[in-house]
């Protein structure tokens, strides 16, 4: 998810829990051995919040199916690229930045032998792809890392056919979210900007997407964000000093208490 932004957002990912590494001790922890299929490794290739539930809640609204050309944007270790390949027959594209994550996507798919999926390196502010290339872009908890957020979305315009369909899920501010708050989301989870729900809507009318949905999930949310850090906690247990530790405290009692993070899901057609 390593994208427009280097530095921090790097080395967030170099040091992330869930990681190839980290899928493969977990199938080799079950006993899972010999041939393997997507299936296998989706109880821990999923690296974004709601699981394979979510995953396919945007694909619904993005109208994927069989025939449709996918681009997953920021795709991480490309376990929501080969959901949608396994489970809709699609042919995706994972789009990701970040070397080791790019490698290991392609990794796991050989091993699952995925070929529906192709993942390629490059960078979600410009998308080396041909206008019109794509009938759906997806992403998950993605754009929080990148600065020039209006640029992947107008590149995501370019790259979509007439009536295509963007559908996301980010990290988006409250009014209450302040300064503080915002450097420790950038200190712990390398959040470059955070968004607010109106901001979204302007930037995506201004790339040029129309009949905008929004959805808030802070609510559903909280205890699916408060799972995941007890699962970083757990991962990274021995690696944490007390402050860190102690923050990882602070921020997910702040979430399960109803702070300044929030999830919308838009869904611009």
């Not at 974004?48 to 809640?57: N, Q, S």
């Not at 409250?174 to 959040?191: H, T, V, Y």
Request: hydrophobic share 45%.
């Amino acid at each position: 998810m390593l994208q427009g932004t280097p530095g921090r957002v790097r080395e967030y990912y170099d040091e992330h829990p869930i990681s190839e590494a980290h899928v493969l001790a977990a199938l080799a922890g079950q006993g899972l051995a010999g041939p393997l299929t997507a299936d296998d490794l989706f109880e821990f290739d999923q690296d974004h919040y709601g699981g394979l539930a979510a995953v396919d809640a945007l694909a619904r609204r993005a109208g994927v199916g069989t025939a449709s050309r996918v681009l997953d944007v920021c795709a991480g270790l490309g376990g929501p690229a080969r959901f949608l390949a396994s489970r809709r027959g699609s042919a995706v594209v994972a789009l990701e930045l970040h070397a080791g994550r790019a490698a290991g996507a392609a990794r796991l798919n050989r091993l699952v032998r995925q070929a529906r999926v192709t993942v390629v390196r490059a960078d979600a502010t410009m998308l080396p792809f041909a206008e019109s290339a794509f009938d759906a872009c997806l992403s998950q908890e993605a754009l929080l890392h990148i600065a020039d957020k209006p640029a992947v979305l107008e590149e995501c315009r370019r790259v979509l056919v007439r009536g295509g369909r963007l559908a996301f899920t980010d990290w988006i501010a409250f009014p209450s979210l302040g300064d503080r708050e915002r450097q420790r989301l950038w200190e712990w989870m390398a959040a470059t900007t955070v968004q607010t729900l109106d901001g979204y809507r302007v930037l995506l009318g201004r790339a040029g997407f129309t009949a905008v949905e929004v959805e808030d999930l802070s609510g559903e949310w909280r205890t699916i964000v408060r799972k995941r850090l007890d699962l970083h906690r757990a991962l990274r247990r021995d690696s944490l000093n007390p402050s860190e530790s102690g923050y990882f405290s602070r921020l997910s009692d702040r979430i399960a208490s109803g702070g300044p993070g929030a999830r919308p899901r838009p869904f611009p057609g």
